[in-house]
């Protein structure tokens, strides 16, 4: 089975903080994205990308940046971090090589800027 | 514009009983569904899918039933148990295009014992 692990759990920053998730995937996937989850807003996506180096803005990529230097590796970074930026932070890659399609998401990072 | 609607946040069932959550889309470029299951502090887990060469799919309690003519799908699980209380998102997709899923903004499910 595919697995997209996100490096924490639980993060506690202060406003003005750079802060950088990073997240891993172990099957060789193309498109990865970044999420954030609210309650009543559902999953947005904030940035996802096609492969190495490629990427491409989602829905909210204000105060938002991405890394991706290697196919396993995409990270996201909160170039100063902001009390409305706090949320649950949800990675995943896309598998499209077998039925059923579709995403494999890691366990998510929930991040309170204080 | 919302492309994928899920018009109750929440639901609340009694165990043993049938929950039927739902989901609208307006896109007809969506050709294959998926059903996700969130638990509070976890990822979300894939739970069902169904392409839009079917109407209906069914795995063990959970069926999801497609009906293209009206843009809709809706996900039955019989009976209902107090694990299955979370939040359910229902996503799209346009196979062969950006392979981006389109998600609902997810119904709470709540199963009283």
Not at chain 1, 59 to 68: A, K, L, N, T
Not at chain 1, 79 to 104: H, I, K, W
Request: charged share 25%; net charge positive.
């Amino acid at each position: 089975d595919v697995k997209v692990t996100q490096s924490s759990r639980y993060l506690v920053k202060r406003t003005g903080e750079k802060v950088f998730l990073e997240c891993v995937q172990d099957m060789d996937h193309e498109n990865m994205f970044w999420y954030r989850q609210d309650p009543g807003l559902g999953l947005r996506l904030i940035y996802f990308s096609y492969d190495v180096k490629m990427k491409e803005k989602g829905d909210i990529p204000e105060g938002y940046s991405v890394s991706r230097e290697k196919k396993e590796r995409f990270s996201l970074i909160l170039e100063s971090a902001s009390t409305n930026q706090t949320s649950m932070y949800l990675c995943a890659s896309f598998n499209r090589d077998r039925v059923p399609y579709g995403y494999t998401f890691g366990s998510g990072t929930r991040l309170t800027v204080v | 514009d919302q492309q994928v609607k899920q018009n109750s946040p929440s639901l609340s069932v009694q165990e043993g009983r049938i929950s039927i959550l739902n989901c609208d889309y307006t896109n007809s470029m969506f050709d294959y569904f998926l059903w996700y299951k969130k638990y509070p502090a976890e990822g979300p887990t894939f739970l069902i899918s169904i392409s839009s060469i079917k109407d209906k799919n069914e795995d063990g309690r959970f069926t999801v039933f497609l009906n293209k003519s009206a843009k809709h799908l809706s996900l039955h699980i019989v009976p209902s148990q107090p694990g299955d209380s979370a939040v359910y998102f229902c996503a799209a997709l346009a196979q062969g295009g950006s392979e981006k899923l389109v998600f609902g903004k997810g119904t709470k499910l709540t199963v009283n014992p």
